[in-house]
């Protein structure tokens, strides 16, 4: 059997490269009260366990579960922080619903990157203090280093990476949240400025402002709460070796990992031909084909040509990041999974407006926790 | 150590053994930067100290009057509904006498924090700020006090544009 937790609710605020007007409470307040708007529940009476996904150093305070509560109208229930992306966080909810901890549980992360003034501090930080914190350069060198050996190692050509980001920043300008939208071709994206090689800045993601909240249910509760109900069928998360040296540079293998068991929990055999569309991992050009190998959705190797030839295109055979992904809209530091689970669940329920994919039943979705880390999570959605 | 422990086992690192790299050790300075935006209730909230006033926000709900003021209401979970000015008088909720700095040296000169009801606001809640111009010794839970400001000229938007709560006789 199949998972089987429902979707009841989903509310943002954000989407914007700053949002100065606002505290980070504040823009939290305004993505809780639409979602449970979107529900129909009322958190002070309705929900039994609230979850966010916070990192202390992107808060800029330390123990920053403690400054959560309020604004989800969580005071004086159960609430907990975990310091991963928004999908770990859906699957703790899931695991509190089966449990029968609760009934209806609701999940939030955040990005509030503008208050950040040094992020690149933040992100070098996490390299491992001893062996790897020597090199004093932009933390992407680790994304090279990732982007050359897949590179080299599936042969994919390089320009395949290019053809990512034009996608994905062209799928974005049809999003009302799509930040980072433009019009390119290849060649602009080439010859923009080297991040670090062979990754140019047109191939790195951008972060922006946001807020996102979930509302899970039971499908027993589910059953009473709105109409537009969208299903977990499976969840999976992962993480390799904290290792740069030591792990498979060419591939993502915790997503590998994370999808297997998703997919086993969630009965899926041939993902190759079960999806209607997915949002993944693109917080990098190459980042999205190695994605798309990892979930078995292109056979190895071959995802760069399947994107050149528009296999993922909106109206292509199975359209990926159809929103235009973390490249395209921006990315939101932990808030990043809920990101393409929002995408995918207004897919699902019919409301992506212009982004739209017709007949939109089933779809797949992926994050990353982003450099220098080795871990993801997925999730199977199915209405 | 206590009177029957002497000595644990194993070698105690002395800090001659530091200094003389016997153990290795890596330091660094993490410096990480950020600058809050502080929103729309503690915005307005700064903005009113800087004119030497306290501003709380009323939920109309509970009919609860919030200070620090905030934009919805934790209790009843809804946006609360207007700006309401209180005094800058209020009660000694509780207090502590710290002797002991950030850097963990005792202090010669103690640190009076107090958690002050501000009147007008409903009852318990307030601010967290020092006391002044009171011998510790004297220092009493339900005190009254006044806050002590600075200067119009020096006052920035902050909460150090109030100094610090001193007593006053009961009126």
Redesign the interface.
């Known amino acids: 059997m199949p998972l089987r937790i429902a979707i009841v609710g989903v509310g943002y605020s954000g989407f914007d490269s700053m949002t100065p007007g606002l505290s980070t409470r504040e823009l939290m307040f305004e993505a809780a009260s639409r979602a449970y708007e979107d529900a129909g529940v009322d958190p002070r009476k309705d929900v039994q366990s609230f979850i966010c996904c916070t990192e202390d150093f992107w808060e800029g305070i330390s123990i920053t579960d403690e400054y959560m509560p309020d604004q989800l109208g969580a005071v004086l229930k159960p609430l907990c922080t975990i310091s991963s992306d928004g999908i770990v966080g859906l699957a703790t909810a899931c695991m509190h619903i089966m449990s029968g901890i609760a009934d209806v549980a609701v999940v939030e992360s955040h990005s509030k990157i503008s208050d950040v003034l040094n992020p690149d501090e933040i992100s070098s930080f996490a390299l491992d203090p001893i062996y790897d914190h020597h090199v004093n350069a932009d933390p992407r060198f680790v994304a090279g280093l990732e982007m050359a050996r897949y590179l080299k190692e599936t042969a994919t050509k390089r320009d395949y990476c290019a053809q990512v980001a034009v996608k994905n920043k062209k799928n974005a300008l049809l999003n009302s949240r799509g930040v980072h939208g433009a019009n390119l071709d290849k060649d602009a994206v080439l010859n923009s400025n080297v991040a670090s090689s062979p990754l140019t800045e047109l191939e790195s993601s951008k972060t922006i402002d946001g807020s996102i909240v979930f509302v899970l249910a039971s499908a027993r509760k589910a059953k009473k709460l709105g109409d537009h109900t969208v299903w977990i069928n499976g969840i999976g998360w992962s993480s390799d070796t904290p290792w740069i040296e030591d792990r498979d540079l060419a591939k993502a293998a915790y997503a590998e990992q994370s999808a297997s068991r998703a997919y086993k929990m969630a009965g899926v055999r041939n993902p190759a031909t079960f999806f209607d569309l997915a949002e993944v991992d693109d917080t990098y050009s190459y980042k999205e084909l190695q994605s798309l190998e990892a979930l078995k959705l292109a056979a190895k190797g071959k995802a760069g040509k399947m994107v050149e030839s528009g296999t993922f295109d909106r109206d292509g055979q199975l359209p990926v990041n159809a929103s235009g992904g973390s490249l395209g809209v921006g990315h939101l530091l932990e808030a990043t999974g809920l990101h393409k689970m929002l995408e995918a669940v207004l897919q699902l329920r019919g409301q992506a407006g212009r982004l739209q994919i017709p007949r939109a039943k089933k779809a797949v979705v992926q994050s990353w926790r982003g450099i220098p880390t080795a871990t993801g999570a997925v999730a199977v959605l199915g209405n | 150590m206590s009177q029957k422990i002497t000595s644990y086992p194993g070698h105690e690192i002395t800090p001659e053994d530091v200094k003389e790299g016997k153990y290795l050790d890596?330091v660094?300075k993490?410096?990480?930067?950020?600058?809050?935006?502080?929103?729309?209730?503690?915005s307005r909230f700064l903005a009113e100290l800087k004119e030497g006033r306290i501003i709380a926000r009323k939920c109309m709900n509970c009919e609860r009057i919030l200070v620090p003021p905030?934009?919805?209401c934790?209790?009843?979970?809804r946006p609360t509904d207007e700006w309401v000015q209180i005094k800058d008088t209020g009660t000694v909720n509780t207090y502590s006498i710290s002797h002991v700095g950030t850097d963990a040296r005792r202090l010669k000169t103690p640190i009076l924090v107090a958690v002050v009801d501000l009147d007008g606001a409903t009852p318990g809640m307030g601010i967290l700020h020092n006391l002044g111009e009171v011998e510790p010794s004297k220092i009493k839970v339900g005190m009254k006090v006044k806050a002590v400001w600075k200067s119009s000229s020096e006052r920035q938007g902050a909460i150090t544009d109030i100094r610090y709560f001193k007593p006053i006789g009961e009126e």
């Not at chain 2, 993490?30 to 503690?42: D, N």
């Open positions: 890596v660094y993490f410096e990480p930067k950020y600058s809050w935006a502080a929103g729309v209730a503690i905030r934009m919805y934790e209790q009843c979970f």
